[in-house]
């Protein structure tokens, strides 16, 4: 198998693991939405659980909109950071497939 051959497999496989990540983050990022908006129990250890991980995921973007109505906020700060998570680690697993 010649050499190049390989690094191809490898970047690929790379690519991959970064776009999965990206996408993971963003979804659990998106689920915190879902539970906000539809007012899920937040006593509930997977609520609590996705609160935690999506305010730690967003911690640069959570509280950055000052809309009048909180849901608003949550919607535009934490949905910013899922969209950025999608956009850069996409755009970083093209780079890597094509990379390597």
Do not use: C, K
Not at 19 to 33: C, G, H, Q, R, T
Not at 63 to 84: I, K, Q, S
Request: hydrophobic share 55%.
């Amino acid at each position: 198998m010649p050499a190049h051959t390989a690094h191809r497999g490898a970047g690929t496989t790379a690519a991959r693991i970064v776009a999965v990540v990206a996408d993971v983050f963003a979804f659990v990022i998106v689920l915190w939405i879902v539970f906000y908006l539809l007012g899920a129990n937040r006593a509930n250890g997977l609520v609590q659980w996705t609160h935690d991980t999506a305010t730690w995921l967003a911690g640069w973007s959570y509280d950055l909109f000052t809309f009048d109505r909180e849901w608003a906020r949550v919607v535009a700060g934490y949905g910013l950071a899922a969209v950025v998570y999608v956009l850069v680690g996409h755009t970083l697993a093209r780079w890597l497939g094509r990379r390597y």
